[in-house]
C-alpha cells in the first residue's frame, strides 16, 4: 500500500475564500488522520483567468491559516510539456480530435443535453474531419473511449469514520469533452488526473461541486493506465443567502477577515474545526 497521500488544488484566479479554506483544513484533518501528507498544487493552467500574484497571495492566506506544505510545490503552469504528452498520446490512438468550434456555434448547432456543468453536449459536429488551420480544442471521442473501455466504472467513496461505499461513475454523461483547450495544451480534467497519478495522490478530498467531474476522471485514468485514488467530496460553504461561495464576488475572502481582525482560529472554529 503506498503511503497515504492529499492534495490541497487552488486555482489563482481570485483570492481564497472561507470555501477553500474548508477545503484545505478538511485535507490537513484527514491527512493528519491517515498518516498522510498533504501536498499543494497550483493550478494555474488558465492565462487568462490566474495571476501570478494571485498564486502569491493563496501562498500567503494558507500560511496565515497555519498550513504548511512540503516543498516543492507543483504549478501546473510549468507543466505543459507533459500535458501535451499526454494529448499527443491520445491523438495518436484516435481518442481525441480537433474541435474550432466556438461556444456560440455549438449553442446554434442545437444538440440535445447538457454536460454535468450545464454546457451544451457536443453534438460531434467535429469528430472525423482533419486538423483545421484555425486554432483548435481537442476533444475526447467519447464513444471510441467507451468501446475500448467499456467500463463499467466505479471508484471509492471514503468519508473519515464511515464506511467505504462504491460509486459508479458515468463518464458518457460529459460527451466529448474537451482534454485540450484552445490556448493551451489540456484542460482541467486532463491535468487533475495526470498531476494527481505524477504527485501519488492516493486521496482526494474536493468539494461536492466536482463530484460529477470524477466520473469523467475515472474514465481517462482507465485510457491513460492511471490509478483511480479514493474520493471524498464534501459539502460546499454556502453564504448567508445559501449561494455557494465564489472568488469572483469576493465573498468572505480570507484577507478580508484578516482586514477585519478574525484571527486563524477564528476561522477554523467558524468552519467547525477544533
Ligand atoms: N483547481 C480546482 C479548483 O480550484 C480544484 C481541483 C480539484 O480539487 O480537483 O476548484
Known amino acids: ?108 448547432a442545437g444538440g440535445e443535453g447538457r454536460d454535468p456543468d450545464g454546457a451544451p453536449l457536443y453534438p460531434g459536429t467535429c469528430r472525423g474531419r482533419p486538423v483545421p488551420d484555425a486554432p483548435h480544442a481537442w476533444r475526447l471521442d467519447m464513444a471510441r473511449a467507451l468501446d475500448l473501455c467499456p467500463g463499467p466504472f466505479a471508484y471509492t467513496a471514503f468519508a473519515p469514520g464511515e464506511p467505504d461505499i462504491v460509486r459508479t461513475a458515468d463518464p458518457a454523461r460529459w460527451g466529448d469533452a474537451v482534454l485540450g483547450r484552445k490556448d493551451v495544451p489540456t484542460s482541467y480534467h486532463l491535468a487533475v488526473v495526470l498531476d494527481d497519478a505524477a504527485q501519488g495522490i492516493t486521496h482526494v478530498v474536493r468539494g461536492q461541486d466536482l463530484e460529477a467531474a470524477t466520473d469523467l476522471h475515472v474514465l481517462l485514468q482507465r485510457l491513460l493506465g492511471l490509478p483511480t485514488p479514493r474520493y471524498h467530496h464534501h459539502g460546499l460553504i454556502r453564504d448567508a443567502a445559501g449561494e455557494k461561495l465564489s472568488k469572483s464576488l469576493r465573498s468572505e475572502a480570507l484577507a478580508a477577515l484578516r482586514e477585519r481582525g478574525a484571527t486563524p482560529q477564528e476561522v477554523r472554529a467558524r468552519l467547525g474545526f477544533a
Request: aromatic letters at 10%.
Open 1 to 108: 500500500m503506498p503511503s497515504p497521500r492529499l492534495r490541497f488544488a487552488p486555482s489563482p484566479n481570485g483570492r481564497l475564500h472561507l470555501g477553500h479554506a474548508y477545503s484545505a483544513f478538511l485535507n490537513a484533518e484527514i491527512a493528519k488522520a491517515l498518516h498522510g501528507d498533504l501536498w499543494l498544487r497550483i493550478e494555474d493552467i488558465d492565462p487568462l483567468r490566474c495571476r501570478p500574484e494571485w498564486a502569491d497571495a493563496l501562498t500567503a492566506d494558507l500560511a496565515w491559516l497555519g498550513l504548511a506544505f512540503p516543498e516543492p510545490v507543483w504549478r501546473q503552469s510549468a507543466r505543459m510539456s507533459t500535458y501535451r504528452a499526454a494529448l499527443d498520446d491520445l491523438r495518436a490512438r484516435n481518442l481525441v480530435y480537433p474541435c474550432p468550434c466556438t461556444r456560440r456555434e455549438i449553442q446554434a
